[in-house]
Nanobody, 127 residues
């Protein structure tokens, strides 16, 4: 059983930065890709960014290009989401997720690829 716990959310002004963390329990963390999704009020949960098991490959949605970065520390069972130049439209609950094929060189890109989910952390960006 894998559990994911996010932290680091909060309220920030537009143009500011936040770093989210996601700590995973269980020894299999390092074998799988990790990703971040977000869900704004009244909207579907959407993919944001992901990273493969080794950290060598990442994938992100166009709306966060150049602003968001994902990284991981397998020794600490932790994945990070660095968010810079935040915009009001980034306001959402952010979810950490784990999945994809074991040892894959490609980060999982689709919601159906993910087997494990955190409870989410709120990010609010004021204008």
């Amino acid at each position: 059983q894998v559990q994911l716990v996010e932290s680091g959310g909060g309220l920030v002004q537009a143009g500011g930065s936040l770093r989210l963390s996601c700590v995973a329990s269980g020894r299999i963390f390092s074998r799988y890709g990790m990703g971040w999704f977000r869900q704004a009020p009244g909207k579907e949960r959407e993919f944001v960014i992901s990273i493969n098991w080794s950290g060598a490959s990442t994938y992100y949605t166009d709306s966060v290009k150049g602003r968001f970065t994902i990284s991981r520390d397998n020794a600490k069972n932790t994945v990070y989401l660095q968010m810079n130049n935040l915009k009001p439209e980034d306001t959402a609950v952010y979810y950490c997720a784990g999945g994809g094929r074991m040892w894959s060189t490609e980060p999982p890109k689709h919601r159906y690829e993910y087997d494990y989910w955190g409870q989410g952390t709120q990010v609010t960006v004021s204008s």
